[in-house]
């Protein structure tokens, strides 16, 4: 379905046009000259303008060159009499993406408008393309939400149903129990799998600019505002938007999300149009909202907007069966990256791993799985591998002089491989690193310098 503005001053010619627009399923908007036009895009943003060539006041080379300053990715399509061919084509450098002469044929309006939605498509794949680019260059990647636990399986189960349907889904539970690898599988099994899958966490951006994000801002709106920017809401029309930590969005803020699960409409900052979103969101918490709506923080109203399913995901300490099924799937998938054989595994390593709280839970047990890969020789993952807080867990263990003494120079060459690792992969941006291992990019500073390692010896 396309949003489209006609123009003609001509009645019965709108009338014919708009019978023929809303017939083949498309949203439809007519005004009878060029200023009504501009007021109408300054309202509203349209996906195709269709406007005669002779119209009173401003003729349609006039209007397509207004037209597309004030939005410049609207497809304007040209409605001319043969005599005036050499003005369309003319009007085309202007902006203007097709004409059609008169009497216009119903087959080739619809084709027109086909072809202009496609080249909409475009500009959205390859907004598509770029964020998954970024993805990509921060070391996030896809992968399959996996369990031997019973009660996930069925929730994994009820997962795929629901992912059917267009319902707002609502993910709780805590940080590295693999919300994000969820909303993930609701989308792939979903009537949008084709279509864009946008993640915005709303903790890592900065309260005043995390509106621009959501929703795009245009040129001039606020200091730094250099140019129109699309927001994930646009750039996730048709797709899913996975909005991870949405307990962390202002108040005032959620008015607007509210407004985009109801309305479908929003706004770009500092504009005055509206914009329409065919997009279904996914969101995610590790807080209880019900208890910060009570303590007046979170909107009671999104909250049962958002809540129309509910997917807890347990904890691993509330799963153990899974410590040992993640722990051997990593290793395995971190011995084909490092080209090497899985390694075995030491009884006493299991102990340990069954011991531990795992508060950080499966991105943490992952990182883990790293380490050892890593460090381990002869191909054989010892306890003595695995970090202290994991290995002080169990009191009634001892161990050798030998190797408290070593354990500092042990963890200390971990630290180095690790972090020299992704420094390279991130090109010796320290941002992009800490996000992918997880770490606060101050405190990865901090330990880069203690460790006396220089990003920019990474750069290249």
């Known amino acids: 379905m396309a949003k489209i503005l006609v123009v003609d001053d001509e009645i019965t010619s709108i009338t ?110 390859n907004l598509l393309l770029k964020h998954k680019l970024e993805k990509v260059e921060t070391g996030e990647a896809d992968e399959d939400y996996a369990t031997v636990n019973k009660e996930i399986k069925t929730m994994l189960s009820e997962a795929v149903k629901v992912a059917k349907t267009d319902s707002t889904v609502l993910i709780t539970g805590a940080n590295g129990t ?13 009537l949008r799998k084709d279509q864009q899958f946008v993640v915005l966490n709303c903790a890592a951006i900065p309260t005043q600019l995390l509106e621009s994000e959501l929703f795009g801002h245009v040129k001039g709106s606020f200091t730094g505002a250099i140019k129109d920017h699309k927001g994930y809401f646009e750039i996730a029309d048709n797709g899913t938007i996975f909005l991870d930590e949405i307990a962390e969005i202002d108040i005032m803020l959620q008015v607007k999300l509210l407004r985009v699960l109801q309305e479908r409409e929003f706004s770009k900052v500092g504009d005055t149009r509206t914009q329409t979103t065919n997009v279904r969101i996914i969101a995610a918490t590790n807080q209880d909202l019900k208890k910060m709506i009570a303590e007046g923080k979170f909107r009671e109203d999104l909250y049962y907007r958002l809540n129309v399913f509910e997917f807890h995901l347990l904890s691993l300490k509330e799963r153990t069966e899974d410590i040992e099924f993640y722990f051997e799937r990593f290793l395995k998938e971190f011995s084909i990256t490092n080209k090497k054989k899985a390694p075995a595994i030491d009884k006493s390593v299991r102990d340990f791993l069954l011991s531990y709280s795992w508060p950080g839970n499966i991105r943490e047990l992952k990182n883990v799985a790293e380490r050892v890969s890593i460090l381990c020789e002869n191909n054989k993952i010892t306890s003595d591998l695995l970090p202290i807080n994991i290995i002080g867990v169990n009191q009634n263990k001892t161990y050798s002089e030998d190797y408290n003494e070593n354990k500092e120079n042990t963890i200390r060459e971990f630290e180095i491989t690790f972090i020299t690792k992704h420094l390279k992969i991130h090109k010796g941006n320290v941002a992009a690193t800490a996000k992918a291992i997880n770490f606060h990019p101050v ?12 990003p920019r010896d990474y750069k290249y």
Not at 25 to 45: M, N, P, Q, W
């Open 16 to 125: 014919i046009l708009k019978k023929v627009l809303e017939d083949a399923g498309h949203r439809v908007t007519t005004v009878s000259d060029g200023a009504k036009a501009l007021e109408k895009i300054k309202e509203f943003k349209y996906d195709i303008l269709l406007t005669d060539f002779n119209m009173p006041g401003m003729n349609g080379v006039e209007l397509t060159e207004q037209a597309v300053k004030i939005e410049p990715d609207m497809i304007v399509i040209l409605i001319t009499a043969f005599a005036t061919i050499r003005s369309a084509v003319d009007a085309i450098r202007y902006g203007a993406f097709d004409y059609l002469t008169k009497p216009v044929n119903k087959e080739e309006l619809l084709l027109a408008i086909d072809r202009g939605m496609e080249r909409v498509s475009l500009v959205h794949e």
């Open 178 to 190: 693999g919300k994000e690898v969820l909303a993930k599988l609701i989308h792939k099994n979903s």
């Open 443 to 454: 405190s990865l500073r901090q330990k880069i310098a203690k460790l006396g390692i220089d």
